[in-house]
């Protein structure tokens, strides 16, 4: 009979080893966030997350948009005439839904209707 340093004893030694190894990190829940201390950078960014969702379409956002709540609603601008009028009186299509994530040390815009997620670039954002 051999001791726990044989052969048999190395590999259950080895088995345990890998096992423990494999063990993974639980990985945390994304939760709602805003955007803390907004920059110049971070709201180019927000503005470049946005309009990429939208297929390239030119985007106006309010300086503080998603600080002080996670959700943020992008309507469609109405078209004019030249009076400055609406043309109809109905805009076509819901307005898009997006809300701010926190995942780990990112921060994660999320379009709702399609679940396409940015990772914004140079913000810093805090849970709710």
Known sequence: M??????????????????????TVPVQ????A?????TEQ???SLKKAVSAALGGAP?????????????LIIERARQRDQGGLPLN?????MPEQFRLLKRGADCVL???????RFTLAATE????
Do not use: F, K, W, Y
């Open 2 to 23: 051999r001791g726990a340093h044989g052969p048999r004893g190395m590999t259950a030694v080895g088995a345990l080893a890998s096992l423990l190894a494999c063990r």
């Open 29 to 32: 829940p994304d939760v709602p």
């Open 34 to 38: 805003v955007i803390g201390n907004p």
């Open 42 to 44: 971070s709201r180019a």
């Open 59 to 71: 985007v106006i956002l309010a300086d503080d948009a998603l600080t002080r709540t996670s959700a």
């Open 89 to 93: 009186g109905r805009e076509p299509g």
């Open 110 to 116: 999320e379009q709702e209707g399609t679940g396409r």
């Open 125 to 128: 954002c805090s849970p709710l």
